[in-house]
């Protein structure tokens, strides 16, 4: 079993919480949910388990446990984030699971006490979803399928001044929830192919995202030619994708961020993976879903190792995207790591920077989620690429000589022995470790959970440095 431990600035331990079952996958929330001036800790395990903790009387307590058992499972909780969904100043937790039950939840919404969130004007029933009037929604229904691998993120996607969630599910899908529980309409341009429901409107979970621009015309708008089938087309899997929030081109609205793998072949294969940004549901809701400009072909990694079915170690990383200014235009760079081994820079318009190859070499390989902060302190938020650093943890490719003279390392590059030039050494000599640093408000857009930046990052205090934890592939049941 995990536990959950607090530790002092000295790492003197303070408390340690049990009342989660199983492991901890995904990272805690940390924030003074009610605003009393307490911290709370909730953290999620196993068994439909989600408990929130207090240090209070030099002890962690239990402030409250909730459950997101439903549908006949109790399934692991896999995805936190958390943000004051309705700004009454009190904060939100959302916990989205692996559960695979045609009539189960996977998107849970607890209020500060532990309850299922309830907003102003909604009904008891909002949350959990998907639910029983999900069954209906614009006729064909919408239906989630196991959330693996951190798969939410919080942030306004339209001009209500509530906060969506965005979710993304194992069955190819990502949807935008609004805070009441109901689903996101995607564009009207956006219509149903299938016969029983043709010409109808859909939201952003009913139909499956493809990689080219013409196929998703193709089949989704136009209704013309054989269906797409991952034999032929490549489609996007966001089943280990989390979904970042955050404005790219500074007109006050903001768009979703993810990196889906795009998947060929059967079974499927994954082919890259794709720095892919769609509009919000701002205005008269014509660009909701709509691919960004600049990403109408979304800029792609290189292919990483085919995985065998069983080969889960190393594990494959979760592609978060961290969403950061680091060239100081005030428009933010997505940095992430990829499974291929490297950690990519995209630019705003969709351009791709840089790649930095941590890797070197390793197939079977994969990092954190990329950690960026301002750590000379010089008043920008990352001046240089060399400050976007990466808690990076290689299992394969160790160096050729194990035990190098000391200092050697430094001097030589490990593979090619050849002089590491100043730069590039400095790059190496933080590349392993994990920078953890306070952001400081209104300078360092944050990349934690729901990073819309900067405005949410000013406003709420939950404070997870990692949301990519990879301690395990977090792909399960393919469908
Ligand atoms: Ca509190
Ligand atoms: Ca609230
Ligand atoms: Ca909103
Ligand atoms: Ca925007």
């Known amino acids: 079993m995990y536990s959950t431990f607090v530790f002092d600035a000295r790492g003197r331990q303070l408390g340690k919480g049990t009342a989660t079952k199983g492991r901890v996958y995904a990272p805690g929330v940390v924030a003074d949910l009610d605003g009393d001036g307490t911290t709370e800790i909730v953290v999620g395990g196993n068994e439909g388990t989600v408990a929130a903790y207090r240090l209070r009387g030099g002890a962690l307590q239990t402030a409250w446990t909730a459950s997101t058992a439903s549908g006949g499972q109790a399934p692991e909780a896999r995805g936190m984030a958390a943000a004051d969904l309705d700004g009454d100043g009190r904060t939100e937790v959302v916990v989205t699971t692996t559960n695979t039950a045609s009539d189960g939840a996977q998107v849970f919404v607890f209020d500060a006490e532990g309850d299922l969130y309830r907003p102003a004007g909604a009904g008891p029933g909002a949350w959990p979803r998907y639910n029983a009037s999900d069954r209906g929604f614009n006729g064909q229904g919408n239906q989630g399928y196991g959330a693996y691998g951190l798969n939410v993120g919080i942030g306004n996607l339209d001009d209500d001044p509530q906060m969506e969630i965005v979710v993304t599910f194992d069955n190819h899908q990502i949807n935008v929830f609004n805070h009441d529980g109901t689903s996101v309409l995607a564009s009207p341009w956006f219509t149903n192919r299938q016969s029983a429901f043709a010409g109808r409107r859909m939201g952003w979970g009913q139909f499956i995202r493809w990689l080219s621009p013409v196929v998703e015309r193709?089949?989704?708008?136009?209704?013309?030619?054989?269906?797409?089938?991952?034999?032929?087309?490549?489609?996007?899997?966001?089943?280990?994708?989390?979904?970042?929030?955050?404005?790219?081109?500074?007109?006050?609205?903001?768009?979703?961020?993810?990196?889906?793998?795009?998947?060929?072949?059967?079974?499927?294969?994954?082919?890259?993976?794709?720095?892919?940004?769609?509009?919000?549901?701002?205005?008269?809701?014509?660009?909701?879903?709509?691919?960004?400009?600049?990403?109408?072909?979304?800029?792609?990694?290189?292919?990483?190792?085919?995985?065998?079915?069983?080969?889960?170690?190393?594990?494959?990383?979760?592609?978060?995207?961290?969403?950061?200014?680091?060239?100081?235009?005030?428009?933010?760079?997505?940095?992430?790591?990829?499974?291929?081994?490297?950690?990519?820079?995209?630019?705003?318009?969709?351009?791709?920077?840089?790649?930095?190859?941590?890797?070197?070499?390793?197939?079977?390989?994969?990092?954190?989620?990329?950690?960026?902060?301002?750590?000379?302190?010089?008043?920008?938020?990352?001046?240089?690429?060399?400050?976007?650093?990466?808690?990076?943890?290689?299992?394969?490719?160790?160096?050729?000589?194990?035990?190098?003279?000391?200092?050697?390392?430094?001097?030589?590059?490990?593979?090619?022995?050849?002089?590491?030039?100043?730069?590039?050494?400095?790059?190496?000599?933080?590349?392993?470790?994990?920078?953890?640093?306070r952001p400081r408000p209104g300078r360092v857009p944050r990349s934690g959970f729901g990073g819309e930046l900067p405005a949410v990052a000013d406003r709420t205090r939950w404070a997870v440095a990692f949301r990519s934890r990879t301690r395990n592939r977090a792909v399960g049941t393919r469908r």
């Open 218 to 437: 193709n089949h989704h708008h136009l209704h013309r030619g054989p269906w797409p089938h991952p034999r032929r087309q490549t489609w996007l899997q966001w089943t280990a994708s989390p979904p970042s929030v955050a404005d790219l081109n500074r007109d006050g609205r903001n768009e979703v961020i993810g990196l889906p793998n795009t998947e060929r072949k059967e079974p499927y294969e994954t082919q890259a993976y794709a720095f892919m940004v769609l509009d919000g549901a701002h205005g008269d809701g014509s660009r909701s879903a709509r691919r960004h400009p600049g990403f109408v072909n979304p800029p792609l990694s290189r292919k990483p190792a085919v995985r065998g079915s069983g080969d889960w170690y190393p594990p494959s990383g979760i592609p978060a995207p961290t969403v950061v200014d680091i060239t100081g235009d005030a428009r933010p760079e997505i940095v992430a790591s990829v499974p291929d081994g490297a950690v990519y820079a995209v630019g705003p318009t969709g351009r791709k920077l840089w790649r930095f190859d941590y890797a070197r070499g390793g197939r079977r390989t994969f990092a954190s989620e990329v950690v960026a902060a301002d750590l000379n302190r010089d008043g920008r938020a990352v001046a240089q690429r060399r400050a976007a650093h990466c808690a990076v943890r290689r299992r394969e490719a160790p160096p050729r000589d194990p035990h190098p003279p000391p200092g050697h390392q430094r001097e030589r590059h490990r593979h090619s022995r050849r002089p590491v030039h100043r730069r590039h050494r400095r790059r190496r000599e933080t590349g392993d470790r994990a920078h953890l640093i």
